[in-house]
């Protein structure tokens, strides 16, 4: 399992807790993923940011959530891992044509059809996770295909942060959290994502240690977006993966 920093068992400090939030609507009986959103927190931070999840799951731009639902797990000192927030970039596209071909041209290494990842991902269903494709077979490895790998357990370490802020989506500041996670594993070589909201217009690859955010990648107004890590490991591997990038603990420090 990758680990960059782990916290010593023996430090006597309080415990974090991991507090997700999922918000989904009913299609006719079908329920859709709407708005998710987790940080870590100490105890006395979790009734505000309980709060302010609930704001934000029931006012997503796409459409109202019929269901909101909750998670607080605590987390004890001595599990959680620690790294440091990527360093970030901004690629300016003047259309999505221009971001198409930046996207591909940064994957091109890494996988020998990236014009087949970059159909997976402006195609992607609405979904909560990340679509997990083989760099040696193009393939989709998720076992739930309508699911995806849902990245989850990390935060940011700050104690003193105010987590009010959670109420709204902070899309740079959240992404390169995540991507900050997700880049700790080795076999995790590359990260491209468009964000479903509509009003927002920008995207980011991570690759190479680096996260950059692309400018201009969909039109506003356009619902679509997904998310796709390209996998380098063994296929034996998949699984534990998997399992790391859903439910390690990570706390993400700021750069020195």
């Not at 991507?179 to 080795?186: E, L, R």
């Not at 217009?201 to 390209?230: E, F, I, S």
């Amino acid at each position: 399992m990758p680990t960059q920093s782990q916290t010593g068992a023996g430090e006597n400090r309080p415990d974090y807790f991991s507090v997700r939030m999922r918000a989904s609507a009913d299609h006719d009986g079908t329920t859709v993923h709407v708005s998710g959103a987790e940080t870590l927190v100490r105890e006395q931070a979790i009734g505000d940011c309980l709060t302010a999840l609930l704001t934000r799951g029931m006012s997503h731009p796409r459409e109202p959530a019929d269901s909101v639902v909750f998670s607080v797990d605590r987390i004890p000192e001595s599990a959680l891992q620690r790294t440091t927030r990527l360093p970030t970039h901004v690629y300016e596209c003047a259309d999505a044509v221009a971001a198409y071909d930046y996207y591909r041209d940064r994957i091109a290494a890494f996988v020998a059809d990236p014009d087949k990842v970059m159909r997976l991902l402006h195609n992607a269903p609405q979904m909560r996770g990340a679509m997990l494709i083989s760099c040696a077979t193009g393939e989709r490895l998720e076992p739930d295909a309508m699911r995806g790998v849902r990245v989850s357990t990390f935060g940011v370490a700050d104690d003193g942060a105010d987590v009010s802020i959670y109420a709204y989506k902070q899309h740079h500041n959240e992404a390169v959290v995540l991507a900050s996670k997700v880049a700790m594993h080795p076999d995790i070589v590359a990260e491209l994502c468009i964000s479903d909201d509509p009003d927002y217009t920008r995207g980011y690859v991570c690759a190479d240690g680096v996260y950059t955010t692309v400018t201009n990648v969909k039109q506003v107004g356009d619902p679509h977006g997904g998310r796709v890590m390209l996998y380098s490991g063994e296929p034996d591997d998949v699984t534990a993966c998997i399992e790391w990038l859903q439910h390690a603990p990570v706390l993400v420090e700021a750069r020195s």
